[in-house]
């Protein structure tokens, strides 16, 4: 059975840190692409951050600099990183995996960035 278990979300103030992990169990972690997404309420899901088998990592603009994603393939585990956060990052943030057409997803977390 295929798992993904996110943890580190919380409350935040403005400019704070967080970080979100992703342990993965059931399946052969370091082949697949590792994903962040967010979503808002009443917004698509949208892609924040992914790194491949490879360790190739992409970002969108609107966290570039500000969080960093990795991984662990030995462990099965990927981060994200969120530093100088905003009030609008607020959101639940999914980790997914992909590998060609297969992909799983967590459960999510919540991040809550407010004074």
């Known amino acids: 059975q295929v798992q993904l278990v996110e943890s580190g979300g919380g409350l935040v103030q403005p400019g704070g840190s967080l970080r979100l992990s992703c342990a993965a169990s059931?399946?052969?972690?370091?082949?697949?692409?590792m994903n962040w997404y967010r979503q808002t309420p009443g917004k698509q899901r949208e892609l924040v951050a992914a790194?491949?088998?490879?360790?190739?990592?992409n970002y969108a603009d609107s966290i570039k600099g500000r969080f960093t994603i990795s991984r662990d393939n030995a462990k099965g585990t990927g981060n994200l990183q969120l530093n100088s956060l905003k009030p609008e990052d607020t959101a639940v943030y999914y980790c997914?995996?992909?590998?060609?057409?297969?992909?799983?997803w967590g459960q999510g977390t919540q991040v809550t960035v407010s004074s």
């Open positions: 790194i491949t088998p490879g360790r190739s990592t």
């Open positions: 059931g399946i052969a972690f370091s082949l697949y692409t």
């Open positions: 997914n995996v992909r590998l060609n057409t297969r992909q799983y």
